[in-house]
């Protein structure tokens, strides 16, 4: 499986972006597929996973409310649409992906997944 991550850019504070993550090979539909982001000298940390079937997502706290993680099977291709955004939000973002088969929770953690895009900066402006 290859990963190619898309749509970031620079955006004032308060603003939206919505990256893209289109994959390539076969079985899409059934990866657990999850957004990462690394900001400078800071570790990689979790920014949300979505099912394999889409019906099960998880965020983390700092991005609960503001992102939205979903997918398109036929497409082969997850988004993250990041609304409200915060300086503190920009980092680069990475989306990863793991065979689950039809588990219902998608990994959380970035040990779990088996494939990694190549990333794309978010810079948000105060």
């Known amino acids: 499986v290859q990963l190619q991550a898309s749509g970031g850019g620079l955006v004032q504070a308060g603003g939206s972006l919505r990256l893209s993550c289109v994959a390539s090979?076969?079985?899409?539909?059934?990866?657990?597929m999850g957004w990462f982001r690394q900001a400078p000298g800071k570790e990689r940390e979790f920014v949300a996973a979505?099912?394999?079937?889409?019906?099960?997502?998880f965020y983390a706290d700092s991005v609960k409310g503001r992102f939205t993680c979903s997918r398109d099977n036929a497409k082969n291709t997850v988004y993250l649409q990041m609304n409200s955004l915060k300086p503190e939000d920009t980092a680069v973002y990475y989306c990863?992906?793991?065979?689950?088969?039809?588990?219902?929770?998608?990994?959380?953690?970035?040990?779990?997944?088996?494939?990694w895009g190549q990333g794309t900066q978010v810079t948000v402006s105060s």
């Open positions: 990863a992906a793991k065979y689950t088969g039809v588990a219902v929770s998608p990994p959380r953690f970035s040990y779990e997944y088996d494939y």
């Open positions: 090979g076969r079985s899409f539909s059934r990866y657990g």
């Open positions: 979505i099912s394999w079937s889409g019906g099960s997502t």
